[in-house]
Each structure stands twice: as C-alpha cells, then as structure tokens.
C-alpha cells in the first residue's frame, strides 16, 4: 500500500502559477528519517528547502519516493478561477502516481480534496504534521519558486526573484509603475488593486 501526500503553493499571488505538489511513498518508509528537519515548506527557509528537494531527488533516482508538481498557470486562473485551475492539477498528480485508488490512501493539506474514487483525509494544518504532506509543499514550492527566479529574467522590470509574485508592497509599486505583464492574475488584481 502507498501513502500519498499533497499540497499546493502559490494559491494567493498576484503573479505566477499555482503549483501542487504530490509525493508518493510505500506505507512504512519513514520519510522523517530520510530527510532531517522537513518541516511545512513555510516554516523552512529558502535554504533549507533546496536541501530537502535535492534530497527527495536523490530518493527518487533510488526508488523510494515518486513526485510529481503540475502548475496552473495565471491565464489558467483567470480563464477556470483559483479553485477549479488547483483542483485540475491536484487530480492530475494524485492519478498519475495512484493510477489504481485501491493501492493506497491519499493525505491532503487544507481544504484540498482528492478524486471522490480515493480513500483520503484532510488535515487542517497538515503541512505541518504529515511527513508525506510536508514533502509535498517543499516540492511544489522549491518547484514554484525556481520557476518564478526564471520568468524573473524575461520580465525584469517585476523583481519576480525577489516576492515570487506575491503581493508584496514593493510589486504593487512595480505594477502602479509598469502596469501587469503576462504573468500576472488579472481577475486577482481587479480585486486587489481597488482595495488598496
């Protein structure tokens, strides 16, 4: 039986995909110890997370762990809105790892539902108590996070690198300055922007 474990990140920015992170691992693989100070990727620092994700690559290359991260992207989040873009992506990454929901159970953080086929819990706060979640939210971070340093060079005048698209006051400067790019959520901003 597999223990599957999954989270998103990225679900509040102003610019940049949404990502879900979903990790697989055989029931009795003890995950704490395979990598030391996992924590709830927000509680991590930038560090930290890098080192736990070459880690779980490393455990990957050996077998013990399956991980995939889909993204949503901003166009994607405008098109569907925030929940519908999250949910087509979490369902992608829980059927491509779990393909028969009979071999295993699902564990989400949040608010996040699998397919109705799975066995599954959700656990407020599971980022931070459920290995197999935590794993989960370091890779859809670290993954969304190189992303956005990336787009960061095709789009200068944002500072991507630095807020990760989040709606920090230095980006809503950037964006009074240059008006949104490509990147950005515009139905976030509308609701965003009026407010500030």
Same mark, same amino acid.
């Given at each position: ?22 990790? &697989? ?8 110890a !395979? ?28 077998g ?13 989040? $405008? ?8 949910r ?6 829980v ?13 989400? $953080?949040?608010?996040?539902? !699998? ?18 979640i935590?794993l989960?939210?370091? !890779? ?9 340093k990336?787009l ?29 790019c !490509?990147l950005? &959520?515009?139905?976030f ?8």
């Amino acid at each position: 039986m597999y223990i599957v474990g999954v989270d998103e990140a990225g679900r509040g920015p102003l610019a940049g995909p949404v990502a879900v992170g979903t990790v &697989r691992v055989l029931e009795g693989f003890d995950i704490v110890a !395979a990598f030391p100070g996992l924590n709830d990727s927000k509680k991590l620092t930038e560090k930290k997370r890098e080192a736990i994700f070459l880690q779980l690559q490393e455990e990957i290359k050996k077998g013990n762990v399956s991980a995939v991260v889909y993204l949503a992207s901003a166009a994607k989040i $405008d098109a569907e809105g925030i929940v519908p873009s999250v949910r087509g992506a979490l369902y992608k990454g829980v059927r491509k790892l779990l393909p028969n929901p009979e071999e295993g159970k699902v564990f989400l $953080d949040g608010s996040l539902k !699998a397919p109705p086929e799975y066995e599954q819990e959700t656990i407020i706060g599971g980022d931070g108590t459920v290995p197999a979640i935590m794993l989960a939210s370091v !890779a859809a971070k670290v993954t969304r996070d190189r992303l956005m340093k990336k787009l960061a060079l095709e789009h200068p005048l944002y500072e991507f690198d630095i807020h990760k698209g989040y709606g920090t006051k230095k980006h809503y400067e950037l964006l009074r300055t240059h008006g949104p790019c !490509a990147l950005h &959520r515009l139905t976030f901003l509308h609701l965003k922007i009026e407010s500030v």
